[in-house]
């Protein structure tokens, strides 16, 4: 059973960058075909998917976040961390990290964590 477990700052100041981690058990995130996700839900709107990092190592950011994400991984902790630059208060939202079964332009998530709330304010 993979178990995504999300960690990081809850309160963000306008123009810092967020910071999440995701760390990953019952799986390794180097396994072939496997790629790891974020997706945010901002306050009374729907799913959003931002980026991801590949069992590989790539990278593939959605178009609306590729400006300001990086997505990087410490394989040896089998973690993976979202840094989201320029933060306004409309970045305000919960972070859900996922695993997801499509790479590039498709997404099927199987497993998912909990979500963690991050605040953007002053």
């Known amino acids: 059973q993979v178990q995504l477990q999300e960690s990081g700052p809850g309160l963000v100041k306008p123009s810092q960058t967020l910071s999440l981690t995701c760390t990953v058990s019952g799986g390794s995130i180097t396994t072939k075909y496997y790629y790891w996700s974020w997706i945010r839900q901002p306050p009374g709107k729907g799913l959003e998917w931002v980026g991801y990092i590949a069992y590989s190592g790539g990278t593939y950011y959605s178009p609306s976040f590729k400006s300001r994400t990086s997505i990087s991984r410490d394989t040896s902790k089998n973690q993976f961390t979202l840094q989201l630059s320029s933060v306004t208060p409309e970045d305000t939202a919960i972070y859900y990290c996922?695993?997801?079964?499509?790479?590039?332009?498709?997404?099927?998530?199987?497993?998912w964590g909990q979500g963690t709330q991050v605040t953007v304010s002053s």
């Open positions: 996922a695993r997801d079964l499509r790479g590039e332009g498709l997404r099927e998530f199987d497993y």
